[in-house]
């Protein structure tokens, strides 16, 4: 009944090992816990099949669904991220995610991210999927805006996103206009993070880029705060899992408790209803937190945390969504017909 602006961002490789003093020697991650932020966040975010990826991380959270090889091309060379995808012109142009959604209910959206948007169809996806505006690297250039080309892959640093994201939602604000903005950073991807020269170092890179982008989202937050102070839904996401690659760091995240990072922030009353939650049960849980209303607790794969569902039946649904996961799917195929 009453529609909410919403900010969605995805962190790269973030997840709260990086708040592990014994392995860091600080709590990498302290601005941005719930605390600080003055959040809640599901104490087990954990990855599944075909969700390990940042690609596939943004499909299956906002769509409830899977990214499987669905291309009828010889991809047997391709990496993983581009075997996925390689030579479709459309992105699951049949299912229903969050910014269809949203368009539906007059929002205005908009996609920042550092690299090209051709990069794993990442723009292909949010243009089939109600985004008004995309940008990427070539975006910036096009648009003569200077960055430094330091972060991973010759992308602008996370710190250029946040500052293109202010004017952008100053301007939306000045028109009063309903939005959904979405960022994806870039700064941490494994194995060593890329360092903004904006931040101190310590001769540590990924300590240094895990901390300096959590301060950024820190400062990040208290901004929106202050300009949208009574209508705005704020998630923040780690993709999925840091990869490996790191040699210091891999013998010591062996037989570690992982999980991915999140955090819901709301002047709005919500109750978190479990501990665990996957990539799947983002987009009814997105949806549920914004206070959009659907039969039931669940939407594509996923069921909303934020209602009410027994542990145990959760518990034999992601025994039962492991074992079935890579089945052939003539509805899955149909998404893409």
Not at 11 to 21: A, C, D, G, P, T
Not at 22 to 46: A, P, Q, R, V
Not at 172 to 178: A, F, G, I, P, R
Request: hydrophobic content about 30%; aromatic content about 14%; overall charge neutral.
């Amino acid at each position: 009944n009453t529609k909410r602006n919403l900010i969605l961002i995805y962190l790269e490789s973030f997840e709260n090992i990086f708040s592990n003093k014994e392995i860091f020697d600080e709590n990498l991650i302290k601005d941005l816990d719930k605390n600080e932020l003055n959040g809640k966040s599901f104490t087990n975010f954990e990855e599944t099949m075909y969700t390990n990826w940042t690609i596939a991380g943004i499909v299956s959270s906002q769509c409830g669904l899977p990214l499987k090889p669905i291309s009828i091309l010889n991809t047997q060379k391709k990496g993983k991220h581009q075997r996925h995808i390689f030579g479709l012109k459309t992105f699951l142009p049949n299912a229903k995610c969050l910014g269809d959604i949203l368009k539906e209910n007059d929002y205005k959206s908009i996609f920042i991210n550092a690299v090209s948007l051709d990069f794993v169809g990442m723009g292909l996806f949010f243009k089939n999927h109600g985004y008004d505006e995309v940008y990427g690297k070539e975006e910036y250039e096009n648009l003569s805006i200077p960055f430094e080309p330091g972060s991973w892959g010759g992308s602008p640093h996370d710190s250029f996103l946040i500052d293109f994201a202010k004017n952008k939602l100053l301007k939306l604000k000045k028109n009063n206009e309903l939005f959904n903005l979405t960022i994806l950073t870039t700064d941490t991807h494994s194995p060593y993070g890329y360092l903004d020269p904006k931040c101190k170092k310590s001769g540590k890179n990924l300590n240094d880029t895990v901390r300096c982008t959590s301060k950024n989202i820190n400062s990040f937050i208290n901004f929106l705060k202050e300009e949208f102070p009574n209508n705005l839904d704020i998630v923040i996401l780690g993709d999925h899992l840091f990869h490996g690659g790191n040699k210091e760091l891999d013998d010591k995240f062996k037989n570690q408790k992982r999980n991915i990072y999140n955090m819901f922030i709301s002047k709005n009353d919500f109750e978190l209803k479990r501990n665990y939650i996957n990539h799947y049960d983002l987009y009814p849980t997105i949806l549920d937190f914004m206070g959009f209303q659907f039969s039931g607790n669940r939407l594509g794969l996923g069921y909303s945390g934020l209602k009410s569902f027994d542990n145990n039946e959760y518990e034999n649904y992601i025994i039962k969504l492991n074992e079935n996961i890579q089945n052939k799917s003539e509805t899955y195929k149909n998404f893409y017909k």
